[in-house]
């Protein structure tokens, strides 16, 4: 079964940072380590039967070098796509996002950091459904009759009210001190439906 997608992607690195400490990876399209985001945005159309996928990676702005880390995660990304098959859709979002984990490790390692991270959001478009994948706080939602629902999992400690509750799980995460554990889910793939990550 073949389907169209229209897809946009625009990245700025707002108003706080001086650096942009988000990436993405569209359709292979993805932003070096120091950007400062997008200037346009990146439009297309896709009539096709294979995997297209998006993600979004959010550098972690009070850890050490989140733009290189987001960095870390999109590459990889791009190196998984382009070489892992992907006929198993929830097998190659999990690997991938443990090797997305195991590469911005040794890269910490390697420059002595305490500690750097990403958040990530997949989407995963399959024959008859979308494949989601989350790691940290980046949100996807779904624009569906008229409502627009969230449809990852925030990975956040519960019960902070006057702050920004810290992450449970992201990328970055030493397998010495735990295994990261992907939120993973489908939906239908549905004519007019909208996502946004």
Request: hydrophobic share 35%; aromatic share 10%; net charge neutral.
């Amino acid at each position: 079964m073949g389907y169209n997608i229209e897809y946009a992607t625009l990245c700025h690195k707002g108003k706080v940072r001086a650096r942009n400490q988000d990436n993405f990876w569209c359709m292979g399209a993805f932003l070096g380590s120091e950007n400062n985001g997008l200037r346009e945005p990146i439009t297309g159309y896709i009539q096709t039967n294979y995997s297209p996928a998006f993600a979004v990676f959010d550098g972690m702005g009070g850890e050490q070098q989140g733009e290189v880390a987001a960095f870390i995660a999109a590459n990889c990304f791009n190196a998984s796509y382009n070489s892992s098959p992907k006929t198993d859709p929830k097998r190659f979002l999990l690997e991938t996002c443990m090797n997305m984990n195991r590469a911005i490790c040794e890269y910490a390692a390697g420059m002595r950091l305490r500690s750097t991270g990403t958040t990530a959001a997949i989407l995963m478009f399959g024959e008859n459904v979308i494949h989601i994948c989350n790691i940290g706080d980046s949100r996807i939602y779904r624009y569906h009759g008229k409502r627009l629902v969230q449809i990852s999992h925030d990975h956040s400690m519960a019960g902070v009210t006057n702050r920004k509750p810290p992450l449970t799980q992201n990328l970055g995460v030493p397998e010495t001190e735990f295994l990261i554990e992907p939120y993973m889910a489908e939906v239908a793939c549905k004519a007019g439906d909208e996502y946004l990550q």
